[in-house]
């Protein structure tokens, strides 16, 4: 529909990560899914409708019929770029402008449906969902190891009954992998290793190294492909790229143990990027574009094959936790989460998602970055409070997010059956 985008609902107390903005790219598909035929896909709960032009251009149109709101993915294209409403005929071009009215001649000249803008980018079609004038390519997050010759890789879409946010939330804290992928990546390390967090307004960064272990059997095999022989010990890493809203890239890969892979030398070793665009469908559920780019071995594509089906199988069970942790939250409502240090990474995301809702809404955005600051600096300090109330024996002084992260950590301590994700999940 043309006109103005409606903003969602302000966010109602709690349950901040089940909002996204709505000035933002997000992937709505890979490039082979849009063609010469009609993709309907719901994002940002927005209805939309997908197709190519004959030259090639992606289009997205609100999928939804200025005169009685059927669904334009049940018509047709016609003609170079246009589609035909499938109930009385009317017809809009890639601009979602009426040229075809049936049974008269002129064309009243409100007709007219929504058009997104859309960019093809890095083997995915973008699309902006808010205020078309402040679409800006240049806020396509960096993924370029998709389609750079210099990478090799694949990858899929999976759709997730969970909010886009606890995707995010996943990614930034890996130590779930000792436990959800302990098959195949995980590592006793991932939990036991120091990690670093830095951040910008878009982006945050989460670093975490893990020297002179046992490559776990993903990476085994994969450094295997370069050094056939090599039986030893791996330096390990693991640099999550956060950018706001939805992106995360991660930077992962193992290398021979002592040959200089933290100073910047990975000559020894293999990297991957395992690429991770999350696109809200609604406020519970979202589509999961991932990729896994390596960057050894280029021209084996049964190397690339294995490793999308290992990656699929991964994600598997990333999947089933998510969604029952999705259904978690539903049969809890109003429930606030525990924050663990480990949590530190995802609590930036979630400022800088809500600095985007804030400044769409007109909220008070100083007040929101204050409020998240000072969660932060908590955050970052948890482990040493967590510490302090140790060698205190207490659990419970103090007051404020910092008092209730370390109790969190402390009582996490005492009870390792309570789950990583606080009481409940
Ligand atoms: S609903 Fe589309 S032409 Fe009538
Ligand atoms: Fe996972």
Redesign the pocket.
């Known amino acids: 529909m043309s006109g103005p985008i409606q903003s969602p609902a302000a966010p109602t107390g709690h349950a901040t990560f089940r909002h996204f903005p709505l000035n933002a790219w997000y992937a709505a598909a890979w490039d082979h899914e849009v063609g010469r035929n009609l993709l309907s896909k719901t994002i940002a709960n927005r209805p939309i409708v997908m197709y190519r032009t004959t030259k090639g251009r992606p289009v997205a149109l609100a999928d939804a019929?200025?005169?009685?709101?059927?669904p334009?993915s049940m018509?047709k294209l016609r003609g170079e770029d246009e589609i035909m409403?499938?109930?009385?005929?009317?017809c809009y071009d890639a601009d979602g402008r009426a040229t075809f009215m049936?049974a008269q001649e002129t064309i009243n000249p409100s007709a007219t449906v929504h058009s997104y803008p859309v960019v093809e980018k890095y083997r995915y079609v973008w699309v902006w969902t808010g205020d078309p004038a402040l679409a800006d390519p240049d806020l396509i997050p960096d993924l370029y190891m998709n389609d750079s010759p210099d990478w090799a890789g694949d990858g899929r879409t999976i759709h997730v009954n969970c909010s886009y946010q606890l995707i995010i939330d996943n990614l930034m804290d890996l130590t779930h992998e000792q436990f959800v992928h302990g098959a195949s990546i995980g590592h006793e390390s991932l939990s036991e290793s120091d990690f670093e967090v830095t951040h910008t307004d878009r982006t945050v960064t989460v670093t975490k190294w893990m020297l002179g272990i046992d490559a776990p059997p993903f990476w085994k095999r994969n450094l295997q492909d370069r050094f056939p022989d090599y039986e030893g010990p791996v330096d390990r890493w693991q640099i999550i790229r956060y950018t706001a809203p939805s992106t995360v890239a991660i930077d992962v890969g193992v290398a021979k143990a002592g040959t200089g892979a933290p100073e910047g030398d990975r000559s020894q070793g293999v990297t991957g990027t395992v690429i991770n665009t999350m696109t809200p469908e609604t406020d519970s559920t979202c589509f999961y574009l991932w990729a896994f780019a390596r960057d050894w071995c280029l021209d084996k594509q049964v190397i690339t094959t294995r490793l999308r089906e290992g990656v699929s199988g991964v994600f598997f069970e990333d999947e089933v936790m998510l969604e029952a942790q999705q259904r978690g939250i539903e049969a809890n409502p109003g429930y606030d989460f525990y924050n663990l240090n480990i949590d530190a990474g995802s609590m930036w995301t979630r400022r800088a998602v809500q600095r985007m809702i804030d400044a769409e809404l007109g909220t008070d955005v100083e007040e929101t970055t204050e409020k998240a600051a000072d969660a932060a600096v908590a955050m970052s300090s948890a482990t040493e409070a967590a510490n302090a109330a140790d060698a205190n024996g207490a659990t419970d002084g103090g007051t404020g997010l910092g008092a209730e992260v370390a109790r969190d950590v402390a009582r996490h301590r005492t009870q390792p059956t309570a789950g990583l994700m606080g009481r409940g999940f």
């Open positions: 019929c200025w005169h009685r709101l059927a334009l018509g409403c499938g109930y009385h005929g009317i049936p």
